[in-house]
């Protein structure tokens, strides 16, 4: 597609249940990126894919964290059993050299 | 530990006045520095990368320079749109994938 696609946009959930966000990169783009970004702060790092393998996991803040992606496209990232601090924007970006595109990002909310 | 500072936190000008943004970084060996400007509700748009002291970028009011310690944003006769926060991130040359983004500095320009 033209640019990276994030959904759903916006998810409330209840603490408790488990939640999966969806990215869909830029076609042709290797390069896909997790972050997180909490209520006036800056983008966290969450994981990294170069096609289908995650060489830098590192930011994963927890095991209750996951992530997949299939080939060079989808990516979801999974969170069980989601806690009130798991709440902010959930940001996706793919590349091919240097420089993201990103997406306009999942809002979680757990209640 | 690698880390990105970003000053001030906030800025206010009117229409015309031009002035400058600050990112300052510490990183063992640097691939590149970005620029980022985000709209609020949406993902972050890139601007700029720099890899090398001394190397400058221009886009339409934006200019970003480089030295070995930190970055430069600077604004010339600011127009309204140019109201956002503007991202710094930083790349390791080795170690690992991830970049590293500063808080942001949230920009008013007032007609």
């Known amino acids: 597609g033209a640019g990276v696609s994030q959904s759903p946009s916006n998810k409330v959930t209840e603490k408790g249940k488990d939640v999966e966000l969806r990215c869909d990169p830029i076609?042709?783009?290797?390069?896909l990126y997790w972050y997180r970004q909490r209520l006036g702060q800056g983008l966290e790092f969450l994981i990294y894919?170069?096609?289908?393998?995650?060489?830098?996991k590192s930011g994963l803040p927890s095991d209750r964290f996951s992530a997949e992606r299939t080939g060079e496209s989808v990516s979801t990232l999974t969170i069980q059993r989601t806690q009130q601090e798991d709440s902010a924007v959930y940001l996706c970006a793919s590349s091919l050299i240097d420089g993201y595109t990103f997406g306009s990002g999942t809002r979680l909310t757990v209640v | 530990e690698d880390q990105v500072t970003q000053s001030p936190e906030a800025l206010r000008l009117q229409e015309g006045e031009s002035s400058s943004l600050n990112c300052s970084y510490t990183?063992?060996?640097?691939?590149?520095l970005f620029w980022y400007r985000q709209d609020p509700g949406k993902g972050p748009e890139f601007l700029f990368t720099?890899?090398?002291a001394g190397e400058e970028k221009e886009k339409e009011r934006l200019k970003a320079t480089l030295t070995k310690k930190e970055s430069f944003l600077h604004i010339t006769a600011p127009k309204p749109e140019d109201s956002a926060t503007y991202l710094c991130a930083v790349l390791r040359n080795t170690g690992g994938f991830k970049t590293i983004f500063g808080a942001g500095t949230r920009l008013f320009v007032k007609a």
């Open positions: 076609s042709g783009h290797t390069a």
């Open positions: 720099l890899y090398s």
């Open positions: 990183v063992s060996g640097l691939r590149g």
């Open positions: 894919f170069q096609g289908n393998s995650a060489p830098d």
